[in-house]
Antibody, heavy 121, light 106 residues
Framework: EFQLVESGGGLVKPGGSLRLSCAVS????????MNWVRQAPGKGLEWVSS????????YYADSVKGRFTISRDNARNSLYLQMNSLRAEDTAVYFC??????????????WGQGSLVTVSS | SYELTQPLSVSVALGQTARITCGGG??????VHWYQQKPGQAPVLVIY???NRPSGIPERFSGSNSGNTATLTISRAQVGDEADYYC?????????FGGGTKLTVL
């Protein structure tokens, strides 16, 4: 069974940093794009960042560009999101998701249960 | 930046057909994907690349995409279909989600 498990969320002060991890089991991520999607409390889904299978192509939403860094370790079957200069508006549940990527763009076929990040003083 | 417009809510009688729209400029020229999200749960992909169902998704779920509107159709709606539904596409190296539609089955 495919499992994606996020960790590393928590309470952080504005301006602080956090690193989210996503551990994957049941399939090898090396052939797939990996992605982060977030959802603020009571709001809709917001795409955050994507990375292709070989880490050659990396994309960010404008709202996080320059502050967040996505990375992956295919040997560890894991995905990461380094979040710096956090703001109150970054408060959300962060989902890790896999997907095929490719010529039709990125979409998200398997999702983790999410990790809550709260930015507050 | 590209925007996707969804109705805030759609209601359907039990056993009838629900249609949830997703509007965007020339969306028919793009690949649209749909997700179902129930309260407190992660989203689930129900349609990919306009009209393809992942394994395990009932045939009652179908998709279409033409002109400026993509549509998710749920036939023979069940109480278990009550959820938020989101359309999504990839445009100019950016992921874009619609605002989401709450489906109520009466």
């Amino acid at each position: 069974e495919f499992q994606l498990v996020e960790s590393g969320g928590g309470l952080v002060k504005p301006g602080g940093s956090l690193r989210l991890s996503c551990a994957v089991s049941g399939f090898t991520i090396s052939s797939y794009s990996m992605n982060w999607v977030r959802q603020a409390p009571g709001k809709g889904l917001e795409w955050v960042s994507s990375i292709n299978s070989g880490s050659r192509y990396i994309y960010y939403a404008d709202s996080v560009k320059g502050r967040f860094t996505i990375s992956r370790d295919n040997a560890r079957n894991s995905l990461y999101l380094q979040m710096n200069s956090l703001r109150a508006e970054d408060t959300a549940v962060y989902f890790c998701a896999s997907g095929p990527g490719g010529t039709t763009g990125y979409y998200f076929d398997y999702w983790g249960q999410g990790s809550l990040v709260t930015v507050s003083s | 930046s590209y925007e996707l417009t969804q109705p805030l809510s759609v209601s359907v009688a039990l056993g009838q057909t629900a249609r949830i729209t997703c509007g965007g400029g020339n969306i028919g020229g793009k690949s649209v994907h749909w997700y179902q999200q129930k309260p407190g749960q992660a989203p689930v992909l129900v349609i990919y690349i306009n009209n393809n169902r992942p394994s395990g998704i009932p045939e009652r779920f179908s998709g279409s995409n033409s002109g400026n509107t993509a549509t998710l159709t749920i036939s023979r709606a069940q109480v278990g279909d009550e959820a938020d539904y989101y359309c999504q596409l990839w445009d100019s190296s950016t992921g874009v989600f619609g605002g989401g539609t709450k489906l109520t089955v009466l």
